[in-house]
């Protein structure tokens, strides 16, 4: 059995590597959206969501390099967010992944760009999967459709309309866990669930997937805020104090920082309570309270 460490290190490269091959550096009249693009998706991040699709698809026992593809296009999804959501029009921010931000580098118009293109790229790789030789068409269909609805208005772009109506306000709990649950629980339920549908898992399968993430999910935003008050700024590749100046609430302006750390902790647990259902659960138990305990 590879070490829990060394199985990261080894999703990690193998899902560089392939995003290096989705998205080629081309050299046309539009190469520099490639470029902008690349810019953000290849940036260094911690591929959580498309290691957990992998990962749900082998212990829901699917081939995961079959599934690579859409794990691809899951970070693709995932950097497109990221960009949209550093505009000036939205969080403003000048660094994330220890880089300048792509609109500081390619200008508003191609930031705004760039992410467009990624989120159309993620759909057409998922959708030209087809005649996958190993997955069944209609899961495909299924994932692909799955990942849409957590991504789309009644998932993360929802959930950032409720961030956004809800700043210089002070947003109460049930609110914030809309919000956190649609802004960023609903693509890790995406992955989580994406990987298992891949694997040929009927609902009463991959509903423990949909609740694994939703805990996760709620957890990773809750330590994401936590973060942002008391994390390095070094380590985070981004600055910290972002939710104070934009006036947002969170989970720590609602009840204080050592609620809710324990609010992660709880569940956390809870989210390693469900795994216990799966056999092959050594590595995504691991995972979680990697997330936990994570500095950026
Ligand atoms: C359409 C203009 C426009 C904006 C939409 C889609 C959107 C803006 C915002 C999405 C919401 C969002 C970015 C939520 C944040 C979720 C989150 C905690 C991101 C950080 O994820 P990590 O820590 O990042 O996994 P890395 O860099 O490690 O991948």
Do not use: W
Not at 108 to 130: N, R, S, V
């Amino acid at each position: 059995m590879i070490e829990n460490k060394e199985r990261l290190k080894n999703y990690i490269n193998e899902i560089n590597t392939a995003l290096d091959e989705y998205l080629p550096i081309k050299d046309c009249r539009e190469k520099n959206v490639v470029e902008a693009s690349r810019y953000s998706l290849l940036a260094p991040g911690k591929r959580l969501r498309p290691i957990l699709l992998l990962e749900f698809c082998n212990v829901c026992g699917g081939n995961e390099k079959a599934a690579m593809p859409f794990a691809c296009a899951i970070e693709m999804i995932h950097a497109y967010s990221l960009i949209h959501d550093d505009l000036p029009c939205m969080d403003n921010d000048d660094y994330r992944r220890g880089r300048l931000t792509n609109h500081k580098v390619y200008g508003e118009p191609m930031a705004l760009l760039a992410g467009d293109a990624l989120l159309t790229k993620a759909f057409e790789i998922m959708l030209c999967q087809m005649d996958n030789s190993v997955i069944n068409p209609n899961n495909i269909i299924k994932a692909a459709g799955f990942i849409a609805s957590c991504a789309g208005m009644d998932g993360m772009i929802g959930g950032q309309v409720i961030d956004l109506e809800n700043e210089n306000k002070k947003a109460d709990k049930d609110t914030l866990i809309d919000m956190h649950y649609k802004k960023t629980a609903a693509l890790i339920k995406a992955a989580c669930t994406a990987g298992s549908i891949l694997a040929g898992s009927e609902y009463n399968e991959y509903v423990k997937a949909m609740q694994y993430a939703e805990k996760l999910g709620l957890a990773f935003q809750i330590k994401d805020d936590i973060l942002d008050v008391e994390g390095d700024s070094a380590k985070l590749g981004k600055k910290t104090g972002s939710d104070e100046n934009n006036n947002k609430s969170t989970f720590i302006t609602l009840m204080g920082i050592e609620n809710a750390k324990a609010e992660a902790e709880k569940l956390t647990n809870e989210a390693k309570k469900i795994l216990l259902s799966f056999e092959k659960n050594e590595f995504l138990l691991y995972l979680t309270d990697l997330m936990l305990n994570r500095e950026s």
